[in-house]
């Protein structure tokens, strides 16, 4: 994109391969576009900026790990398991879509947002993939977009019972965009430890209901890619969420401090918007549930187990 208007990549260029060439070849590809014919934004349609090869959505906000807590254990007491390491589960990369599209959800009564910066993993040739420390892991980091990780919070609520991590309360959906900022354009915004000092703002229906720092987390984001490719790779085209802001960056969270579903859970024709200081705006409206064929539960163990 240039100011308000977007160019196609030249000489058959994709997504991949500018995040390969790294930010220099990016900047390369500028050049030579930059007195080329533009389209208005305003008559294109975005989908999401890149098709993830994979997708790590990490819990790095302790006030977000606060709020949900108080939700489900009655108290808001963050494990000490969480301040040793960043934490982070992987999730699919097959149900992307852009700002505008309708998210379609399963059948849920507690639908929610979650509303994240996330790193996008490129670098030039030889960049390197396991094991960084974290000068190199800043190094691969190609750029950000915004993320919005769908959650269906009563499913995820019997899952997270089994003790494996959320599943099917999260697989249906993820919001990506509106485009990808090279890292470059947000040093201006990295305080003196490392951190993108962003503010993040989410609305529901036009009213904000949360907003916060992205400073706030409790590693930045080389760290959060060094330890991703701890005994590890991360490639180009790989996604690192920073896990949902405080403050109200999901209603989940809201839900555990006000002590009931205050404010209500997302409904078909919601609209939520998501916004971060530096990188844009992504806006989805809530479509009707998607039904799906049962599945039974277990069998009982009445089958013979050994020979």
Same mark, same amino acid.
């Given at each position: &994109?240039?100011?308000?208007?977007?160019?196609?990549?030249?000489?058959?260029?994709?997504?991949?391969?500018?995040?390969?060439?790294?930010?220099?070849?990016?900047?390369?590809?500028?050049?030579r576009?930059?007195?080329?014919?533009?389209?208005?934004?305003?008559?294109?349609?975005?989908?999401?900026?890149?098709?993830?090869?994979?997708?790590?959505?990490?819990?790095?906000?302790?006030?977000?790990?606060?709020?949900?807590?108080?939700?489900v254990?009655?108290?808001?007491?963050?494990?000490?398991?969480?301040?040793?390491?960043?934490?982070?589960?992987?999730?699919?990369?097959?149900?992307?879509?852009?700002?505008?599209?309708?998210?379609?959800?399963?059948?849920?009564?507690?639908?929610?947002?979650?509303?994240?910066?996330?790193?996008?993993?490129?670098?030039?040739?030889?960049?390197?993939?396991?094991?960084?420390?974290?000068d190199?892991?800043?190094?691969?980091?190609?750029?950000?977009?915004?993320?919005?990780?769908?959650?269906?919070?009563?499913?995820?609520?019997?899952?997270?019972?089994?003790?494996?991590?959320?599943?099917?309360?999260?697989?249906?959906? &993820?919001?990506l965009?509106?485009?990808?900022?090279?890292?470059?354009?947000l040093?201006?915004?990295?305080?003196?430890?490392?951190?993108?000092?962003?503010?993040?703002?989410?609305?529901?229906?036009?009213?904000?209901?949360?907003?916060?720092?992205?400073?706030?987390?409790?590693?930045?984001?080389?760290?959060?890619v060094?330890?991703?490719?701890?005994?590890?790779?991360?490639?180009?085209?790989?996604?690192?969420?920073?896990?949902?802001?405080?403050?109200?960056?999901?209603?989940?969270?809201?839900?555990?401090?006000?002590?009931?579903?205050?404010?209500?859970?997302?409904?078909?024709?919601?609209?939520?918007?998501?916004?971060?200081?530096?990188?844009?705006?992504?806006?989805?409206?809530?479509?009707?549930p998607?039904?799906?064929?049962?599945?039974?539960?277990?069998?009982?163990?009445?089958?013979?187990?050994?020979?």
């Open positions: &994109m240039i100011e308000d208007a977007v160019v196609p990549f030249p000489d058959g260029a994709t997504v991949t391969s500018v995040l390969e060439s790294g930010i220099d070849g990016a900047r390369i590809l500028l050049d576009v930059l007195h080329e014919p533009r389209t208005p934004l305003s008559q294109v349609q975005l989908l999401a900026p890149l098709q993830p090869s994979t997708v790590r959505d990490f819990v790095a906000f302790e006030e977000h790990v606060e709020g949900v807590s108080a939700g254990e009655g108290k808001g007491d963050v494990a000490a398991e969480w301040y040793q390491a960043p934490t982070f589960y992987f999730t699919n990369p097959h149900t992307m879509s852009g700002t505008d599209a309708v998210i379609r959800p399963p059948v849920s009564d507690r639908l929610d947002f979650e509303l994240e910066l996330a790193a996008v993993i490129g670098g030039g040739p030889g960049a390197p993939e396991s094991n960084l420390d974290v190199q892991s800043a190094s691969v980091i190609f750029g950000y977009c915004i993320m919005n990780d769908w959650s269906a919070r009563d499913l995820q609520a019997r899952e997270m019972q089994v003790r494996l991590g959320p599943a099917k309360g999260k697989d249906f959906g &993820m919001t965009g509106p485009w990808i900022v090279t890292a470059d354009e040093t201006q915004y990295l305080d003196e430890d490392g951190f993108l000092a962003v503010r993040a703002e989410a609305y529901v229906n036009g009213d904000l209901v949360g907003e916060d720092l992205v400073s706030n987390m409790g590693w930045p984001f080389p760290e959060l060094a330890y991703a490719s701890r005994n590890s790779r991360v490639v180009t085209g790989d996604v690192l969420g920073s896990g949902t802001v405080g403050n109200g960056g999901c209603l989940g969270e809201l839900w555990g401090r006000n002590g009931g579903l205050t404010p209500p859970p997302l409904q078909p024709g919601d609209s939520v918007r998501l916004v971060i200081e530096g990188v844009g705006e992504i806006e989805n409206t809530v479509g009707d998607v039904p799906a064929p049962p599945i039974p539960a277990a069998r009982p163990r009445t089958r013979q187990r050994w020979r």
